[in-house]
């Protein structure tokens, strides 16, 4: 049997782990798909979350928290 779980959640790390597929929906209402790896390759991940404070890893796929 093929099933599908649908999770909608702003826990971005969780996603990256656990997902086979996202959907991302960005401020500008643009929607964009496909596997954690693909999203993080293209820079879609990296922007989704562009702030001072968090810095993004596209190989490993964590994200981490910045001190200035």
């Known amino acids: 049997q093929q099933k599908a779980v649908l999770l909608s959640t702003h826990d971005l790390q969780i ?29 879609t991940i990296k922007e989704m979350i562009a702030s001072d404070s968090v810095d993004f890893d596209p190989h490993s796929l964590q994200i981490h928290l910045t001190t200035t």
């Open 15 to 43: 996603c990256l782990w656990m997902a086979d597929r996202l959907w991302c929906l960005d401020k500008q209402g643009t929607f964009t798909t496909g596997t954690p790896d693909y999203l993080a390759s293209v820079g």
